[in-house]
């Protein structure tokens, strides 16, 4: 069962780095103690100054005490066993009152060089962690959005998906890292700070301890607050993100119809939007400074007075307190805020784990096979198939030998694209089977079924890399020479000669560079660079001018030649040649044959070929 917090699964991504992080601790106990002899520090350099500078008759002597033990003669007995040995230690090194300042400056100094050291080592091993964390993080979503089914993003906005994987990261990442840092570092250096307090005086460091809830008691609502609008935030930017998206996406829309000055409108709306929810968090972490501020600035002015009235403590020791006090309070303040931050990033991180707990829909079964390259047939038994609710194909069954070009047409919504989703499991049927020479494409493996199709598709997806990478797209490794070989069969080798670099060329952002006709080589290459077994052409030509589609169908031609190919098509002059036709009709296969049978037939396919052809 997987923890509840989203925190505690962050925390868990760390255990890798449990070396690092033992480190950090080590680091973080080193600077707490060093930090807790600040308190000592200040009673030396109060003494020091009182014993040089005050008047030498005002310093009495008793019983032949040295004027270090009657300065401390009146303080409580464990404050004063402290002094004596602070006193022996310093005279036992510089034997002389008169470099006390400069054995006291050396001391500091290494005080504060030490703490340096330390801070550095903690904050920079905590760092290190938390991005590595995050790092992994990252791998594992982007991962997990490939196990996805198509259908998960099908319902979602890719400006969304983007915010999970960028913008939802950082922000609990950031809570993340200053957590992890203060969650032990605090601690720590509150527990050495009242070791400190207590040898000067226990009963006032019990009497300090009364405060210390005051702090945390406020900070509980404020957490609460900030959880809740960090959750909206994150909304807000996610929704911001797909807006940028989408309208770079359709720019060339957004202009020819003028729309320039809505969609920053929208923008704007929706900026502002992430802006009050923003100063809302900023408001309750604002307020917790003033309010900590206020507790410990009380709190100090009381231990002064009950110090000085109710436990006689001499200035030195009592300056020494208060620093410790006020020393004590600033991890207790970061403390505080952990809340607060772990609200933040618990917030952020649960619409990361919401991402990572989706289930993919297609996945290998425990005994999936590697899957031969197809060598008789292909075969649909009675598949059946629903988009949530709604029935889309329905009790669809065929055969394609080996070898065979297989057509589908009918109007928009009938089913045909769905026909070759299923086949690239990039859905599984609800109901009946599709085998590959008889074996169920459920029960072999996603890898060896899909290394053995490629698709010609009428929105060509192209890279923004070289056009050998993306010709060579699935086959990295592939020889300049045989992606070469690809584009000369493709009919794409002239127009990339022409170009200024060639095969190294940068064909832009989903190929933006290159012509529609272009494109549609590229992808033609890089389908006779995998050498697939099965061919799926879905529209791939609908989109072209005369020439352009001249080009695109003999290089499709020379593609086709000794594979099994299953054709999508609006236009029925694409499809007459097909071994076979099928029509669909909501979801069923309504007629089958080939053209000349079908064309002979009373039916939707006579009526298609009519209305296309009534001119001609």
């Avoid at 307190?321 to 207790?332: H, I, K, Q, S």
């Avoid at 396919?605 to 009534?614: A, I, N, P, S, V």
Wanted: contains cysteine; glycine residues 8%.
């Amino acid at each position: 069962m997987k923890p509840k917090s989203p925190m505690v699964r962050l925390l868990r991504y760390a255990a890798p780095y449990r070396g690092k992080l033992t480190l950090a601790l080590v680091a973080m106990g080193c600077y707490s103690m060093v930090n807790a002899l600040l308190p000592f520090g200040t009673i030396t350099a109060a003494n020091t100054v009182m014993k040089k500078y005050a008047p030498k008759e005002a310093v009495k002597v008793e019983s032949g005490e040295k004027p270090e033990a009657q300065a401390t003669k009146t303080q409580p007995q464990t404050g004063r066993k402290t002094l004596d040995v602070i006193w022996s230690f310093s005279r036992s090194v510089l034997n002389t009152d008169r470099w006390k300042p400069i054995y006291l400056g050396v001391v500091i100094a290494v005080i504060f060089i030490l703490r340096g050291i330390f801070a550095f080592f903690q904050e920079f091993l905590t760092e290190w962690v938390s991005k590595r964390v995050v790092t992994d993080l990252r791998d594992q979503l982007y991962g997990h959005f490939h196990t996805l089914s198509v259908g998960f993003f099908s319902g979602a906005r890719t400006g969304e998906l983007m915010s999970r994987i960028t913008n939802d990261v950082h922000v609990a990442e950031l809570a993340f890292s200053r957590a992890l840092a203060d969650i032990f570092l605090q601690p720590l250096s509150i527990l050495f700070m009242l070791g400190s307090l207590t040898l000067l005086s226990w009963k006032l460091t019990l009497f300090t301890l009364v405060g210390f809830p005051l702090i945390f008691i406020p900070l509980l609502g404020l957490g609460k607050k900030v959880r809740k609008n960090m959750r909206k935030i994150q909304a807000l930017l996610a929704n911001l993100t797909a807006i940028v998206q989408e309208t770079i996406s359709g720019i060339r829309v957004v202009r020819a119809f003028g729309m320039e000055k809505y969609e920053t409108d929208k923008f704007a709306r929706e900026n502002r939007r992430v802006f009050e929810a923003s100063i809302k968090v900023v408001l309750a972490f604002s307020a917790i400074h003033p309010l900590l501020e206020f507790v410990g600035g009380v709190s100090a002015a009381v231990v002064l007075v009950m110090g000085a009235e109710l436990f006689h403590m001499e200035l030195q020791t009592l300056l020494g307190f208060c620093t410790g006090v006020f020393m004590l309070y600033t991890p207790a303040k970061k403390l505080g805020q952990v809340n607060t931050r772990l609200q933040m990033g618990t917030a952020a991180a649960e619409r990361v784990f919401s991402i990572l707990d989706t289930p993919p829909t297609t996945v290998d079964s425990p005994t999936a096979v590697e899957l031969p390259r197809m060598r008789e047939r292909l075969s649909y038994n009675g598949v059946n198939f629903r988009y949530d609710e709604e029935l889309v194909l329905k009790d669809v069954s065929f055969t394609i030998q080996r070898g065979k070009v297989v057509a589908f047409v009918g109007p928009s919504g009938s089913g045909k694209t769905t026909v070759v989703n299923l086949l690239l499991r990039f859905y599984d049927p609800v109901g009946g089977n599709i085998t590959i020479d008889g074996v169920d494409t459920k029960e072999a493996k996603v890898s060896s079924l899909r290394g053995q199709m490629a698709i010609v598709s009428q929105e060509v997806v192209l890279f923004n890399d070289t056009i050998a990478a993306n010709i060579a797209y699935g086959r990295p490794d592939t020889p300049l020479s045989e992606i070469i070989e690809a584009a000369k069969a493709a009919n794409a080798h002239g127009f990339i000669g022409s170009l200024p670099n060639g095969y190294d060329t940068l064909v832009g952002e989903r190929g933006i560079k290159l012509s529609g006709g272009e494109r549609q080589r590229i992808a033609i290459a890089r389908a006779i660079l995998k050498d697939p077994a099965i061919l799926i052409l879905d529209e791939a030509t609908s989109a072209l001018d005369t020439e352009s589609e001249r080009l695109v169908q003999s290089a499709i031609h020379e593609l086709m030649r000794g594979r099994t190919v299953l054709v999508i098509a609006h236009r029925l002059s694409t499809v007459m040649s097909a071994d076979t036709i099928l029509v669909l009709e909501n979801g069923r296969v309504v007629q089958k044959g080939s053209h000349r049978e079908l064309i002979e037939q009373e039916g939707p396919y006579r009526r298609l070929y009519e209305m296309q052809f009534k001119d001609t």
